[in-house]
């Protein structure tokens, strides 16, 4: 076991998903206006959207579509959707060890998104579920990043506050880091990504207010996400290197992968990016089949859910519900289909 290597390999992760973060955030704050508005009208918009949402990566989608799903803008059938095609952190991860087939994974997701939503509220009005009444969760500040840009990354370089200065500190030092090889992505393109990413994610932050810099980037993403990204893609790659061999691991999983595949299921039921993590790392290690990734992303929504628990519990357990049993099903027929 090499602890420095398993620190390295974590701490590529977890800067990529910090600025993939970054760069996600700012896409969801620009664009929250212009989505908000597209979700009124026909309820084909509502299942289309809001798995769109969904499939971003991050919480920042789901936060979204429960946002709009307690302020009455979407039913109960669209925040089904939305979770469906949430993956939570986990979505960074899984860009960074297999872009190709994380993609084709979100597309998925997405589609069960918008057509099992669309069954949801046609069960739910069957079964007569009732969808949260509207209340105030959170407000939408348009006006959180500044559209005078360019003046305010001039400001901020002749007169920077203390967080701007801690900002390019830690900017700075993670761009070096890359640069000169202290974290080293395998693949090229990913370096080369990782400082694009990095060096867009340097020129957000300086030419934001301090407003936005320090509750989108250093309090939400660096102190709520980052920190529990690293520790806990450290402690999984630490488990896994104690594991055995992996023809030794696969014969034993192949063994029992029907009660995995369950079990993918019933752990996507915590409200929580982390647990997760477990079927991400063996599916890159080619233990596990894509059907159980498939159904613990499907099942799993990260930390979105956790928004909605506060105003309505009966409605986040049946969001969960429905969100399980559609997705043991889904995954059942690709997992008989083998695959």
Same mark, same amino acid.
């Given at each position: ?21 970054? #760069? ?27 798995? #769109? ?17 307690? $302020? ?7 925040i089904v959707g939305g979770m469906i ?55 939408? $500040? ?24 801690l900002f390019l500190l830690l900017m ?52 709520? $996400? ?7 893609? #450290? ?24 009660? *995995? ?8 039921? *915590? ?6 993590? *477990? ?5 890159a290690d080619g233990l596990i089949p ?50």
């Amino acid at each position: 076991m090499n602890v420095l290597a398993i620190l390295r390999e974590a701490a590529t992760i977890t800067i990529f998903v910090f600025s993939m973060m970054v #760069f996600v955030d700012w896409l969801n704050v620009r664009s929250r206006g212009r989505m908000t508005q597209a979700l009124r009208g026909r309820k084909w918009r509502e299942y289309l959207l809001s798995s #769109f949402l969904g499939s971003t990566p991050g919480c920042l989608g789901a936060f979204m579509n429960v946002s709009l799903y307690v $302020h009455g803008l979407i039913g109960f059938g669209a925040i089904v959707g939305g979770m469906i095609a949430t993956s939570g952190d986990e979505a960074y991860i899984m860009l960074s060890l297999f872009p190709g087939k994380a993609l084709l994974l979100f597309a998925g997701l997405f589609v069960a998104g918008v057509l099992l939503g669309s069954l949801a509220d046609l069960i739910s009005k069957w079964l007569k579920i009732k969808p949260c009444e509207e209340c105030e969760l959170q407000a939408v $500040h348009l006006e959180e990043l500044d559209e005078k840009r360019w003046e305010t990354l001039r400001s901020n370089l002749h007169r920077p506050s203390a967080l701007h200065i801690l900002f390019l500190l830690l900017m700075g030092t993670l761009l070096l880091a890359v640069g000169l090889g202290g974290i080293h992505p395998e693949e090229s393109w990913m370096r080369v990504t990782l400082v694009i990413l990095l060096l867009f994610g340097t020129f957000l932050g300086l030419s934001s207010s301090e407003h936005y810099l320090k509750d989108h980037i250093i309090d939400h993403i660096l102190r709520r $996400h980052t920190l529990r990204v690293f520790l806990w893609t #450290f402690g999984v790659l630490l488990i896994m290197s104690f594991l055995p061999n992996q023809e030794a691991v696969r014969t034993f999983l192949q063994a029992h992968m029907l009660w *995995i595949f369950l079990f993918a299921g019933l752990l996507g039921v *915590i409200p929580e990016s982390g647990p997760h993590l *477990i079927f991400v790392m063996m599916f890159a290690d080619g233990l596990i089949p894509f059907s159980v990734l498939f159904v613990s992303s499907f099942v799993q929504d990260g930390h979105g859910m956790l928004p909605l628990l506060s105003v309505s519990v009966r409605d986040s357990l049946r969001v969960k519900a429905f969100n399980l049993a559609f997705g043991l099903t889904a995954g059942g027929i690709l997992y008989l289909l083998g695959l």
